[in-house]
């Protein structure tokens, strides 16, 4: 199932119904025409922004910078000219095992045959058009529950 949202969204919501995993073992031929570029970013949640942002800043040498206007507070933080960690922010702090890893993300090239691959392996799936940089986010869950991104660039149309 996708979920095309064209403004900006909030932080996902989770069900406990996680996509199927994918085996090695698998029949179905790997789609080769999707490439993974490199890892883009990790979101991590917090309710400390100000001390989290200060920690990246300081301690790690990153810089703040532009962020598209999401419905939600947080902060980027520039590692040269990317925006290597995404600070979300909540109100109350993730308790004990909940993950404070929001999600990592890819880039990649190939949107529709991806989507094609998704649907061959019966995985969900929500795609979002990031606010004023037009990049296309498809969301999928890792058989853990875990929050994967792959980013296409906003020339890849869905078909």
């Known amino acids: 199932m996708s979920d095309l949202n064209a403004t900006a969204f909030g932080p996902p919501v989770y069900n406990d119904k996680h996509s199927p995993a994918v085996r090695a073992t698998d029949t179905k031929a790997l789609n080769t ?6 890892l ?3 979101a991590i949640r917090t309710a400390n922004l100000t001390a989290m942002t200060q920690f990246y800043q300081q301690v790690l040498g990153l810089r703040p ?11 980027w933080l520039y590692c040269g000219e990317r925006a290597a960690v995404h600070l979300v922010e909540t109100s ?17 090239e190939g949107l529709p045959q991806f989507l094609d691959q998704l649907k061959a392996y019966g995985v969900e799936y ?3 058009i990031v606010p004023d940089l037009g990049l296309r ?6 058989p853990d ?5 792959v980013a296409f660039a906003p020339q890849e149309q869905m078909e």
Do not use: C, K
């Open 137 to 142: 986010q498809v969301h999928i869950s890792d």
């Open 40 to 42: 883009d970013h990790v």
């Open 92 to 108: 109350v702090p993730p308790a004990g095992r909940e993950p404070r890893i929001e999600h990592f993300a890819f880039r990649a």
């Open 145 to 149: 529950g875990n929050h994967v991104e």
């Open 126 to 128: 929500r795609v979002a």
């Open 33 to 38: 025409t999707m490439s993974l570029e490199w």
């Open 65 to 75: 910078g532009s962020r598209p206007p999401f419905r939600f507070n947080g902060s």
